[in-house]
């Protein structure tokens, strides 16, 4: 299995945010973690990628143990982590938000030419500071310098927050183009019933509980699925 999340428990400190989770992703996959706000979403993103240690459970990463081990660590064996918050340096230019995600010798990560012709929207704003930038073009920076060091499997927290939908589309594009080309993806969305359009299978988080998994098609025409996560109402039949 390429990721494999199995019993995982942790938090913050010691209070339990998310309870006993097993999720995996396989090489080449499309993957959608849905749910309501709260619902601990961003907090089992951050144990993956090594944000938060899980108090229990394991995650292996191409049949390596990764839990407990660095961020840094966890990202050099290949994975891209797109947080929710905070995502670029905005004090910081196009071209040194780039820089600073890129750790790895030139020849194993993407040049910076190449960067800018898979994002066009950054494409000659490279002297530019951040916060200069829209929030869909900062978008595409954060998902930019996430991609900077070639990952195989790609971790995003709600690329698409606080986007217009034209930006949202745009977003969700770049991630099945991007998809397309080889890379893994685990995409964490506000917007689930677009992302589980685009995505293979998704999985339904509550509480810190897993309550549903299972291929994207059968979650979008699940009758219980549009009423509680999609806020697809149910028809009433009044006879
Ligand atoms: N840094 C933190 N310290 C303590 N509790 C937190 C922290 N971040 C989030 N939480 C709590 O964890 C729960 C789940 O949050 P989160 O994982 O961000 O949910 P989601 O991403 O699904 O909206 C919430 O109740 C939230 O208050
Ligand atoms: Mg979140």
Same mark, same amino acid.
């Given at each position: 299995?390429?990721?494999?999340?199995?019993?995982?428990?942790g938090?913050?400190?010691?209070?339990?945010?998310?309870?006993?989770?097993?999720? &995996?992703?396989?090489?080449?996959?499309?993957?959608? =973690?849905?749910?309501?706000?709260?619902?601990?979403?961003?907090?089992?993103?951050?144990?993956?990628?090594?944000?938060?240690?899980?108090? @229990?459970?394991? =995650?292996?990463?191409?049949?390596?143990?990764?839990?407990?081990?660095?961020? &840094?660590?966890?990202?050099?064996?290949?994975?891209?982590?797109?947080?929710? %918050?905070?995502?670029?340096?905005?004090?910081?230019?196009?071209?040194?938000n %780039?820089?600073?995600?890129?750790?790895l010798?030139?020849? @194993?990560?993407?040049?910076?030419?190449?960067?800018?012709?898979?994002?066009?929207?950054?494409?000659?704003? @490279?002297?530019?500071?951040a916060?200069?930038?829209?929030?869909?073009?900062?978008?595409?920076?954060?998902?930019?310098?996430?991609?900077? &060091?070639?990952?195989?499997?790609?971790?995003?927290?709600?690329?698409?927050?606080a986007?217009?939908?034209?930006?949202?589309r745009?977003?969700?594009?770049? %991630?099945?183009?991007?998809? @397309?080309?080889?890379?893994?993806?685990?995409?964490?969305?506000? &917007?689930?019933?677009?992302?589980?359009?685009?995505?293979?299978?998704?999985?339904?988080?509550?509480i810190?509980?897993?309550?549903?998994?299972?291929?994207?098609?059968?979650?979008?025409?699940?009758?219980?699925?549009?009423?509680?996560y999609?806020? =697809?109402k149910?028809?009433?039949v009044?006879?």
């Amino acid at each position: 299995m390429f990721l494999e999340v199995s019993d995982v428990t942790g938090g913050y400190d010691k209070a339990i945010i998310i309870d006993s989770i097993s999720i &995996n992703v396989e090489k080449g996959e499309f993957v959608s =973690i849905i749910g309501p706000n709260g619902s601990g979403k961003s907090t089992l993103m951050k144990t993956i990628v090594g944000f938060l240690k899980p108090f @229990d459970g394991t =995650i292996s990463f191409k049949n390596r143990r990764v839990e407990g081990k660095s961020a &840094n660590k966890i990202a050099k064996l290949g994975i891209g982590y797109v947080p929710q %918050l905070n995502n670029v340096f905005r004090a910081l230019t196009v071209q040194e938000n %780039l820089e600073m995600g890129a750790y790895l010798p030139s020849k @194993d990560r993407y040049s910076y030419s190449e960067l800018y012709d898979l994002f066009p929207g950054i494409k000659g704003r @490279d002297s530019e500071k951040a916060s200069n930038l829209s929030g869909g073009e900062r978008q595409m920076l954060a998902l930019a310098r996430a991609m900077v &060091n070639k990952p195989e499997l790609l971790c995003l927290d709600e690329p698409t927050a606080a986007l217009a939908p034209k930006l949202v589309r745009e977003i969700l594009k770049k %991630l099945i183009e991007i998809r @397309d080309s080889g890379t893994t993806i685990l995409l964490v969305e506000q &917007n689930a019933k677009q992302s589980l359009k685009i995505s293979d299978r998704g999985y339904v988080l509550a509480i810190g509980k897993k309550v549903h998994e299972g291929p994207s098609k059968e979650l979008l025409n699940s009758p219980k699925i549009q009423e509680h996560y999609l806020g =697809i109402k149910k028809v009433s039949v009044i006879d």
